[in-house]
């Protein structure tokens, strides 16, 4: 038997009854390989497509609907934006409130009504690929935020004035959870802003804020007070360039950096102007920060001080539209 092929990847032998395809050690979208079998002397031959996904998908962004529907799409170079996967509703866990990404690495997907969810990872075609489901109840219900920190979960319940923090078992499960009491009801914004474990808790209406860590064993240490923020931020979020507080009533930014204790740089300072306003979701991605509205319009972006480089806008419609909620997917 002969044997050859068309596309990537590369095959053990060219001869034999049987050969190994390898794929290609990098690949950022779908792509396809023909392998052809011929057997000698006979004038027969046998073709086979391979379609080759990449392990994890690449600029990777869910648009997301209450009912389990939604979009997965990529942002490529220059931020064009190329849909993978459509989802019909229930294609996704239904009913979800917020997401997490445990290890920086899986997708997690919390409901706040009944303590479900899902834990799983987006592959290069955009299929979720599941590694636990979340019954009602396996996950704490009715908390307000959600904080991923690696191997530990940590929820803030603000009627209660809680956090619980919790970490993953061998199969995925929800384990060890240890409760700390004594927290303001008042935080709304509650983000991991280091790679310190630190998580910065923000109140919207009065501009005050804390800080602190959360060991290994969870156990949390206060650090740091802050009294002199702005109000009325809209939107927190982790970048690679710092952490980004963004104001979407007028287009206001603003770039801080987080030290280990709390300390606090600002970094870049961005006018209305600069920024729009009206953005109703954003969301830090391998690209740059995406900002969006739900008539499928926004703007890709990336951060350096006091620079705002604008890197695509996208008219109404460009963008999957509905999505009640954006995340980061992928790498």
Known sequence: MKWSL?????????????????????????????????????????????????????????????????????????????????YAAGGLPAGTTHFGKPYELYELF???????????????????????????????AAQNQVVSLNERLVFYKSSAGTTLCGSYGLDYGFSNPVTQTGYSKEWNLVVRVNDANG???????????????????????????????????????????????????DGIGALFTFAADGA???????????LARGWEQVVSTSAGVLF????????????????????KSYAAGELPAGAERLARVGD
């Open 110 to 140: 919390y409901s706040a009504v009944d303590g479900s969810g899902a834990l799983g990872t987006f592959d290069g075609t955009g299929a979720f690929r599941r590694l636990r489901i979340y019954a009602a109840g396996e996950l704490p």
């Open 264 to 274: 606090v740089t600002q970094t870049g300072t961005y006018v209305s102007g600069q």
């Open 6 to 86: 068309e596309g990537p990847g590369s095959l053990s032998s060219t001869t034999g009854p049987s050969v190994i395809y390898t794929p290609p050690a990098t690949l950022s979208v779908l792509t396809t390989a023909t392998l052809t079998a011929a057997l000698e002397g006979t004038g027969l031959s046998a073709r086979a497509t391979i379609s080759v996904a990449p392990a994890v998908l690449t600029g990777g962004v869910l648009f997301y609907k209450a009912d389990g529907s939604g979009t997965v799409g990529s942002l490529g170079p220059g931020g064009a934006f190329t849909p993978v996967k459509a």
């Open 199 to 249: 998580v910065f808790f923000y109140n919207q209406p009065t501009g005050t804020g804390a800080y602190g860590t959360y060991d290994v064993a969870c156990k949390w240490s206060y650090l740091r007070l802050y009294h002199n923020l702005s109000a009325n931020w809209s939107h927190i979020l982790r970048t690679p360039g710092g952490v980004l507080f963004y104001r979407q009533s």
């Open 292 to 311: 969006y509205k739900a008539d499928g319009s926004g703007e890709l972006g990336t951060f350096s001080g006091n620079t705002y480089t604008k890197v």
